[in-house]
C-alpha cells in the first residue's frame, strides 16, 4: 500500500518519485530516460545556492490558522517567519477572516546539541500552551534538531496526552533531501495522519490545494455554478475544514509539483476523485481543467457554458495583444509544475521557447504515472532544450546567454535581478494565477507587452551594471557543470 501512514516520516522524492535535480538535454530524451528509468541526478561540479525543504513545510502548514507552532531550531532557522506573517495575515484579512498562529523557537545553542534539549522543548511547548490558545501545536525540527537525534515525537506524545489539543510532530530536516519540493509532502502528510478524519457523509467542497488563493472570489463563483464551493488548502483553512477534507467531492490544485501526494493519497484512502490534468493556465489549460471537474460531477453543460463566456469575454482581446509577440522568442525557469506549463502557455500567444529549465524533475508521481504536463509537452515539444538546475544562477546565465532571449520568464525571485542585468526583460510568476483562465491569459499578454513596449528600465539597467560571471563562464559547454 503506497499510502501507509502509520510511519512517523513519509520517504523523499529521491527514493519515492525517483526526482532529480540535475540534467541536460531535450523534452524527447527526458521522457525516454523516464520511461527507461534511466534518469539519474548527476553530482554538480559545485553548487552555489539552494533553498530548504523545511521552509516549505513550514509555508504550508503554518499557513493554517490558529496554530503554534514550535520550531526546535536555532534561532536563525527561523529567520524567514516574518514574511509568513506578513504574507498570511493580509490573505486572512482579505477574505474577512483572522490569521492569528504563532510561532516559538527553542533557539539551540551550541551546549544543546552536545547534551541534548529534550527539556527545553518541553518547557517551550508547555510555555506556547500557557501564553497563547491555539487549535494545534506543531513542533518542527531543523537540520541540528536530525543531526542530533532528538526525539521529537516522545515528546509531542506526552503533550498529547497531557494537552487537549493536538500535538503534532513534524520530521522537516532540511538535510533530508536535496528536492526542497519534498517539503510539500511532509506537510501532506503531517496533515492526512494527524488531522484527516474518515468521512461520516459528503459535504459539497472541491478542494483546491494552492498557495494563496488569489483567485478565491473567480473560483467561488465558478464552483458555486456546480453546486460546489471550493476549500482553499492550507493557507486560511482551519484544523476543523482539513479534518473534513475525506468527504469532499474532488481534488484539483493551481500546480502539479505541490499536489499529488495529497491527492493520490485522498483518492486511495477515502475515494475523493483526484483531477489530474493540466492545470488552469492559458486557454487549453482552463479549459481541460473545468471539463474534467465538471466530467467528475456529471454537469458538463455547466463547463461549456462558463467557457462559452470567458471567451466572449477575452477571447479577441488576447488575439490583439499577440499581434505583437510575432518573433518574440522566450526562456522560462520555474519547478516542474509551472515550466512545461508556461510553454504551453506561451504557444498560445505565439511566442517560441528557445529553452526550458527545471528546479527538479519526479519521474513519476504517488500513482505511478509521469506527470499530465510533461506527457503533454511531449506531443508539441519533443526537441525543446530542457535543462533541471536547481537554482543555480551560474548555470541559468550561461543558458541565457546562449540562448539570448527577448524575454525571460521565472516563478521565483531569486534569478530575476542577474537577467534584468543583461537587458533582458523579465516576467516573475509571483502569482501562481497570473496566468489562469482567460482573463489571466490576458493580463498576463499585457504584462507582456508592457515590457516589449517600455525597455528603458533593462536596457539602463544593462549600461550601468554587470553580473559576477567572466565572458569565460557564460562560453562554457553544459557538460562542464556536472562531474
Not at 538535454?25 to 525543504?53: A, M, P, Y
Not at 520530521?171 to 474518515?198: M, R
Request: aromatic share 10%; net charge negative.
Amino acid at each position: 500500500m503506497p499510502f501507509d501512514l502509520s510511519n512517523s516520516e513519509i520517504s523523499m522524492r529521491e527514493s519515492r518519485l525517483n526526482s532529480v535535480v540535475s540534467y541536460n538535454g531535450t523534452i524527447k530524451s527526458l521522457i525516454s530516460d523516464t520511461r527507461n528509468c534511466k534518469v539519474k541526478s548527476c553530482e554538480r561540479c559545485f553548487s552555489q545556492n539552494n533553498t530548504c525543504l523545511s521552509i516549505m513545510v513550514m509555508d504550508q502548514l503554518s499557513c493554517i490558522r490558529n496554530l503554534t507552532v514550535v520550531y526546535h531550531t536555532p534561532i536563525g532557522c527561523g529567520a524567514f517567519i516574518p514574511r509568513w506573517t506578513a504574507l498570511y495575515s493580509g490573505i486572512s484579512a482579505k477574505t474577512g477572516r483572522t490569521w492569528n498562529t504563532k510561532y516559538v523557537c527553542t533557539n539551540l545553542n551550541e551546549s544543546d546539541t552536545v547534551f541534548g534539549a529534550a527539556n527545553k522543548l518541553r518547557q517551550t511547548v508547555q510555555e506556547a500552551y500557557d501564553r497563547y490558545p491555539s487549535d494545534a501545536i506543531l513542533i518542527c525540527t531543523g537540520c541540528v534538531t536530525g543531526i542530533i537525534g532528538e526525539d521529537i515525537d516522545a515528546v509531542a506524545e506526552e503533550f498529547d496526552k497531557k494537552l487537549p489539543i493536538p500535538v503534532i510532530p513534524v520530521h522537516c530536516e532540511g538535510i533530508k533531501s536535496k528536492v526542497w519540493a519534498t517539503g510539500f509532502d511532509i506537510a501532506d502528510y503531517i496533515v492526512l495522519k494527524y488531522i484527516v478524519k474518515p468521512p461520516k457523509q459528503k459535504r459539497n467542497t472541491i478542494i483546491f490545494k494552492n498557495f494563496e488563493e488569489a483567485v478565491r472570489p473567480f473560483v467561488t463563483r465558478i464552483f458555486k455554478r456546480f453546486d460546489a464551493e471550493p476549500l482553499f488548502v492550507y493557507a486560511n483553512s482551519t484544523i476543523e475544514e482539513l479534518s473534513h477534507m475525506s468527504e469532499s467531492l474532488a481534488t484539483v490544485s493551481s500546480c502539479g509539483a505541490l499536489s499529488p501526494y495529497l491527492g493520490n493519497a485522498l483518492e486511495e484512502l477515502y475515494g475523493v476523485p483526484y483531477v489530474r490534468t493540466i492545470n488552469g493556465n492559458g486557454i487549453e489549460g482552463f479549459d481541460t481543467w473545468l471539463r474534467d471537474i465538471a466530467r467528475i460531477l456529471h454537469k458538463e453543460e455547466i463547463a461549456e457554458e462558463i467557457i462559452r463566456e470567458e471567451r466572449e469575454k477575452y477571447l479577441s482581446k488576447i488575439e490583439e495583444l499577440k499581434k505583437q509577440f510575432i518573433g518574440k522568442t522566450a526562456v522560462i525557469a520555474a519547478g516542474p509544475g509551472f515550466t512545461y506549463e508556461v510553454v504551453r502557455v506561451l504557444d498560445e500567444l505565439g511566442i517560441s521557447v528557445k529553452a526550458a529549465l527545471s528546479w527538479h524533475h519526479d519521474s513519476k508521481y504517488d500513482d505511478q504515472k509521469i506527470p499530465d504536463t510533461l506527457t503533454h509537452i511531449e506531443n508539441t515539444h519533443p526537441d525543446l532544450k530542457l535543462s533541471i538546475i536547481d537554482l543555480q544562477n551560474h548555470e541559468l546565465l550561461n543558458i541565457i546567454n546562449k540562448e539570448k532571449p527577448d524575454l525571460y520568464i521565472v516563478r521565483h525571485p531569486g534569478t530575476r535581478p542577474f537577467v534584468t542585468k543583461l537587458g533582458i526583460p523579465v516576467v516573475q510568476l509571483t502569482d501562481e494565477y497570473q496566468m489562469f483562465g482567460y482573463e489571466g491569459l490576458y493580463n498576463f499578454a499585457r504584462n507582456i507587452a508592457d515590457l516589449f513596449n517600455n525597455r528603458s528600465f533593462t536596457e539602463g539597467l544593462k549600461a550601468h551594471s554587470s553580473i559576477p560571471y567572466t565572458a569565460w563562464w557564460l562560453e562554457q559547454p553544459s557538460n562542464k557543470f556536472y562531474s
